[in-house]
């Protein structure tokens, strides 16, 4: 667990902002951003203007380029460039609402660890959103729950928010971490990411709040999510997640009986609010875990 009476009344926020040839959007998005501590750019190779864009736009964002590729690798690079007290992961393709950052932030004022966008609470909803994602979102949604004991909403919605100091915890690969040499993506590079995160944030026991947020049509471009492959990969993540929870448990269970020690990370279900206020959830359950990224996975 974190130690949430060290954490500042007025934290300062990061907002981290993974990018790929969104320079078009950038101009719309960025001036929208309520003033915080740092924006943190993190760019994938762009071909467009996209780093200069965004440096005529904010001319003290920092930017940061990913090591590997996949949205998943660019959000780690993201965090650990992060100096602030609180982390917004926000999209650039504009379907984030910049307005509802305050809302986020409020939530972990309140005593969340975790602040977890979702669509599908009252004040939630999406305009980019169809009818055969939405089924699947919710057909996985009603699986992670079953496998992992949670109570999730909104599975893969990537709009969340933070404490930076839950970040050791969530033990995501380190960006140092070479791209496989057959082009392959290590395990948690990729969409599935949010996950991953979700999964970890409940291994982790976690106090999490979900936040109703309205998921905006992308401006310019189009979105890199496939519905098919990518839906598959979080349909692994939640396999591949439990699986990692479970292994952790036995680890440290056979470090309790030789003496040694292991991290307390107790599991946790989460419910969602039914106000737009970001009502904390109650953990009801709990086992034991260590925090500790398996980074040898590749798909």
């Known amino acids: 667990m974190t130690a949430s009476t060290a954490r500042p009344a007025d934290p300062r926020v990061s907002v981290v902002i993974p990018a790929r040839n969104e320079a078009r959007n950038l101009e719309i998005i960025l001036p929208k951003l309520p003033p915080v501590y740092e924006v943190i750019l993190v760019d994938g190779n762009s071909v467009d ?52 950052i305050p809302r986020f932030v409020q939530a972990l004022r309140d005593g969340a660890d975790v602040a977890k966008g979702t669509r599908y609470a009252l004040g939630g909803g999406s305009d980019d959103i169809t009818i055969v994602r939405n089924l699947g979102n919710r057909g996985l949604n009603v699986l992670c729950n079953l496998i992992l004991g949670t109570r999730y909403s909104d599975l893969c919605y990537g709009y969340n928010a933070f404490w930076a100091d839950t970040l050791p915890e969530i033990a995501l690969l380190s960006s140092t971490l070479p791209q496989p040499a057959d082009g392959s993506m290590r395990w948690g590079d990729g969409f599935e990411i949010e996950t991953v995160l979700t999964c970890r944030w409940s291994a982790a026991e976690l106090r999490i709040a979900e936040v109703p947020s309205h998921e905006k ?4 471009g189009s979105s890199n999510l496939n519905a098919v492959t990518d839906g598959i990969r979080v349909l692994k993540s939640i396999v591949h997640e439990r699986r ?6 036995s680890r440290a269970k056979v470090a309790a009986l ?3 020690s292991a991290t307390t990370l107790p599991a946790a279900p989460v419910s969602p609010v039914d106000a737009p206020t970001g009502e904390i959830v109650t953990p009801t359950t709990s086992a034991t875990v260590a925090a500790r990224a398996l980074e040898g996975d590749v798909v």
């Open 244 to 249: 990692r929870a479970v292994d952790a448990r």
């Open 258 to 260: 030789a003496g040694g």
């Open 49 to 100: 203007d996209t780093i200069a864009t965004a440096q005529r736009l904010m001319p003290d964002i920092r930017v940061v380029h990913q090591t590997r590729k996949g949205k998943g690798n660019a959000l780690a690079c993201g965090f650990e460039a992060v100096t602030g007290d609180v982390v917004v992961m926000f999209d650039a393709d504009c379907s984030a609402d910049p307005d509802e």
């Open 217 to 220: 049509l992308r401006v310019h």
